[in-house]
């Protein structure tokens, strides 16, 4: 039997698992790799907010749309919906690789929900820069 989701600990297993296959991939890996110099940090960072989507602890404080918008703008807003497709499926095999149960299911689902929001708000902000 895989392990139930449970504590920062495994979160933070998915989190380190989950971006070595980011980074290794040959399609997006290179978002990643260009724009993060401290890897540390960021799996942290990345630990803290996950920690927070599920288990409500008040760790994580950022702002994810608006670092996406940057993170599209410096990439010439060039990123598409294939980039959010390939970075879900390897949150979900991460998750099926390792883990089971009703917090594996939460967030996947809550991962596939903001990929949403964040595609569409940075439609939203390429607009607004094309208007100004
Ligand atoms: C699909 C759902 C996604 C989720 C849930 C997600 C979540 C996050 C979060 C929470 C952060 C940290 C924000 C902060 O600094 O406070 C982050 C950073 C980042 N994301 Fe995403 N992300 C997603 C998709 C993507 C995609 C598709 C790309 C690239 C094509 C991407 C590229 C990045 C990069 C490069 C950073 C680091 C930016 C920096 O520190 O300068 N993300 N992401």
Do not use: C
């Not at 991939?25 to 993060?36: A, L, T």
């Not at 940090?41 to 702002?63: C, I, P, S």
């Not at 703008?73 to 879900?88: M, P, Q, R, V, Y």
Request: glycine share 4%; net charge negative; no cysteine.
């Amino acid at each position: 039997m895989k392990k139930q989701i449970e504590n920062r600990t495994d979160v933070a297993f998915l989190v380190n698992h989950f971006y070595d296959k980011i980074r290794a991939d040959e399609e997006i890996g290179f978002y990643f790799n260009e724009m993060i110099s401290d890897w540390e940090a960021h799996l942290e960072k990345l630990t803290d907010f996950w920690e927070t989507n599920l288990f409500g602890v008040r760790k994580y404080k950022g702002n994810p749309h608006a670092v996406h918008n940057e993170v599209d703008a410096h990439f010439d807003e060039k990123i598409t919906s294939n980039e959010f497709g390939i970075w879900l499926n390897h949150w979900f095999q991460t998750i099926d690789e390792y883990f089971e149960g009703e917090n594996a299911d939460t967030l996947k689902r809550r991962a596939r929900k903001m990929s949403t929001f964040l595609f569409m708000s940075m439609f939203k902000h390429r607009q607004k820069e094309s208007e100004v």
